[in-house]
Nanobody, 125 residues
Framework: QVQLVESGGGLVQAGGSLRLSCQAS????????MGWFRQSSGKEREFVSA????????KYLDSVKGRFTISRDDAKNTVYLQMNSLKPEDTAVYYC??????????????????WGRGTQVTVSS
């Protein structure tokens, strides 16, 4: 089992920044991909970004490219999502997720085995 705990959400004005953190514990070695999804009211949960290890390849949702950056600190078993130039449409609950992927970086929800409880990000206009 892998436990994931997100933090760092909050309320920010459009154009502002937030950094989300996801602390992993348990059998973290079993998951080689860590990522972020988000879900806004009335919408499906969507892939935002993910990073593989050990190589560190990354993948992003097109609408966040150039604004969001995913990174990790393996010593702390923590993955981060730096979010800059935030827009009201980024408002959502952000979930950390972990996957044991054989090839590439998965982007569909059902390919991720472990999930955090989410952290709310609200961007005001």
């Amino acid at each position: 089992q892998v436990q994931l705990v997100e933090s760092g959400g909050g309320l920010v004005q459009a154009g502002g920044s937030l950094r989300l953190s996801c602390q992993a514990s348990g059998r973290t070695f079993s998951s080689n991909v860590m990522g972020w999804f988000r879900q806004s009211s009335g919408k499906e949960r969507e892939f935002v970004s993910a990073q593989s290890r050990p190589i560190g390849n990354t993948k992003y949702l097109d609408s966040v490219k150039g604004r969001f950056t995913i990174s990790r600190d393996d010593a702390k078993n923590t993955v981060y999502l730096q979010m800059n130039s935030l827009k009201p449409e980024d408002t959502a609950v952000y979930y950390c997720a972990a996957a044991a992927a054989r090839f590439g970086i998965p982007i569909t929800r059902n390919e991720y085995n472990y999930w955090g409880r989410g952290t709310q990000v609200t961007v005001s206009s």
